[in-house]
């Protein structure tokens, strides 16, 4: 097929403004996938991802569909996700396409993730269509959509498409819309071999898949391709489409999105962004790929079997293959063993990997409390990153501690502003300014530290607004604050699972609770056992676990109370001395039960 017959485009959108499902409804109105088998939330193939309702994966499919100029056009889709920790997703599918189906909730309006995706695509250059989706809603409000269309995002009116990917209205005129704004291929008359790795996935059987993009020249079974980043070679075993499940095909030529199967069996050799090339003739310059993320969360996760380790060390290479934004190393500590420090986008990030490993691997993993990355200002100017507790110089060396800030947006409803107002202010946070969006909403722009929002921010501001609020956020500055390490001690031995950096304002609160919570979980000890929050040598926290009690007077009836008293002062005097010798035994559940109710 001729190249200028293809088109490359992707939807983008904010989270649940039916993404899915209208890529849904263009795969039955282009015959891609028989009625029979099309299911809803077809492209989305994960169990989490159907169960969670949301994409988390990028999905390719190629159509075929017959215009009304005669033509048959080929158009590669991507179904991307909506939710803010998966915009790297969104940014690599971008990568791979001309242009962009922006949709926009008829009920909804423009939300904070269309304004982040909208912006992605129009620093990347792509055509954007904006489509207003789910049109036949009784509560659907067109007028207030195509103004925010126009002040918010600066989109001329008159550009939009009025569609419902639930009742199919509209579709006709997004895929001729399509063919008409979208450009042709770019980059297509460069005389080498190019193509942009955009993903893949590990296969037990055939090793490593490729998902690529091919900007110029074609790549055939038998052909040795060549990665520009690392200078590997390898033999091109298999090519193919995806309609959606893969199917095998001669070549790929210049605009088809695809996949690649080769000899290359370790998930570490082939990045995501890497240039893919012909080594016979190979291209001098790497297409333009992708900026490096870099994670803002990380945790500690260790296997709760030892013997698990080699396995979830397997499981973490295979899903760092298709995912760049995961990033791991080995680390061990004193209560739960050997284990690896990981890196996330953020916390559904990190929720969603935690739940791939247990269920896609097998292994049953616990986590340690979520921190972010430190600048450590030492005494001399020399400026240290810290990502875990435990790694925290000596507080006598310690100059000032930074931390990273995030310029939030959050879209939500007039009413509820006090009560978001005090959130973003027990979080530490500053508000920026407020801008109108319509009579109902407003949009906030403020300046919160990262790690106040990583637990309970988002979940506390669905509740408080009734589930209309949205944020999206970008990583700001890093400001220097009143920091400190917070340890536990149990027995006078700092546990180093529960190490955290705190506010000093919130560090008694937050130490009390802790050690509330173990006195708890811990089972009761022969002896009194004190559970401690310190900050450096200071104690601001304390509680005690329940100590066993053997009734040693039971066999004592009648007589004098001296006889009683004397076999209780010889209990004392013996757990007095257990106490000097004695260590605490804790289970390794009791670890996994706090860190998981935190």
């Keep these: 097929m001729d190249v200028s017959l293809t088109r490359n485009f992707c939807i983008i959108a904010h989270v649940d403004h039916g993404k899915t499902t209208l890529s ?51 158009l590669n889709l991507m179904d991307t996700p909506g939710h803010v920790d998966f915009s790297y997703e969104v940014s690599r599918s971008l990568a791979a396409c001309e242009g962009a189906v922006l949709l926009i909730d008829a009920a909804q309006g423009v939300e904070a993730q269309t304004v982040a995706n909208a912006h992605l695509a129009f620093s990347q250059h792509l055509k954007v269509i904006p489509v207003i989706n789910k049109i036949d809603l009784p509560s659907a409000n067109l007028e207030l959509c195509l103004h925010q269309l126009e002040d918010i995002l600066t989109i001329p009116a008159e550009e939009a498409i009025l569609a419902s990917g639930k009742s199919g209205i509209g579709i006709e005129d997004i895929l001729e819309a399509v063919i008409a704004r979208v450009p042709p291929p770019r980059w297509t008359e460069h005389p080498h071999t190019r193509a942009l790795v955009f993903d893949s996935i590990y296969d037990s059987y055939r090793g490593v898949i490729a998902y690529v993009r091919v900007f110029s020249g074609s790549i055939r079974p038998g052909d040795t391709m060549l990665l520009m980043s690392n200078g590997i070679k390898s033999d091109v075993k298999e090519v193919g489409i995806f309609t959606p499940k893969m199917m095998k095909s001669d070549s790929l030529d210049a605009g088809d999105v695809g996949y690649l199967v080769s000899n ?19 291209a001098t310059e790497m297409l333009p790929g992708y900026k490096e993320v870099r994670p803002m969360v990380f945790c500690g996760l260790y296997p709760v079997e030892s013997s698990d380790y080699e396995k979830l060390k397997a499981a973490m290479g295979r899903l760092r293959l298709n995912d760049a934004a995961f990033v791991y190393s080995s680390e061990s500590s004193v209560a739960l063993g050997f284990g690896f420090r990981c890196g996330f986008l953020g916390l559904l990030h990190m929720e969603i990997i935690q739940e791939r490993i247990r269920r896609e691997h097998d292994v049953n993993i616990i986590s340690t409390y979520p921190s972010v990355i430190y600048h450590v200002v030492k005494y001399g100017g020399e400026i240290q990153e810290v990502d875990n507790p435990v790694n925290l110089p000596d507080p006598g060396t310690i100059d000032e501690i930074r931390e990273p800030t995030i310029t939030a947006s959050i879209h939500i409803p007039n009413d509820t502003m006090g009560d978001i107002f005090a959130l973003v202010m027990e979080k530490r946070g500053s508000i920026d300014h407020t801008d109108t969006l319509d009579a109902n909403r407003v949009m906030l722009t403020c300046t ?99 100590e066993m009690r053997k009734d040693v007077t039971s066999k004592c009836y009648g007589g004098d109370i001296s006889r009683k008293r004397k076999l209780l002062d010889k209990q004392k005097e013996g757990k007095k001395k257990m106490k000097q010798f004695g260590r605490v035994s804790i289970p390794s559940d009791a670890f996994i039960k706090v860190l998981k109710t935190n």
């Design 24 to 74: 849904d409804r263009l795969l039955e109105y282009t015959n891609t996938v028989a009625q029979r088998v099309l299911t809803d939330q077809h492209l989305d193939s994960m169990d989490l991802e159907k169960e969670r309702g949301i994409t988390i994966k990028s999905h390719p499919v190629t159509m075929v569909y017959p215009a009304k100029d005669g033509k048959v056009y080929k």
């Design 264 to 282: 290359i069996k370790d998930t570490s050799d082939i990045k995501t962004g890497d240039t893919i090339t012909l080594g016979a003739r190979p």
């Design 448 to 546: 919160l530290p990262l790690n106040e929002i990583l637990v309970d921010f988002n979940d506390r501001l669905k509740s408080i607004t009734h589930g209309y609020g949205s944020m999206d956020y970008e990583l700001g500055e890093y400001r220097t604050s009143d920091l400190v390490k917070m340890e536990i001690l149990i027995n006078g031995d700092p546990i180093d699972a529960f190490a955290s950096i705190v506010h000093r304002d919130k560090a008694e609160g937050k130490g009390r609770e802790l050690c509330e919570k173990l006195a708890e979980i811990i089972p009761p000890q022969m002896f009194k056992v004190a559970i401690q929050a310190a900050i450096g040598g200071k104690i601001i926290a304390r509680d005690n676990v329940r």
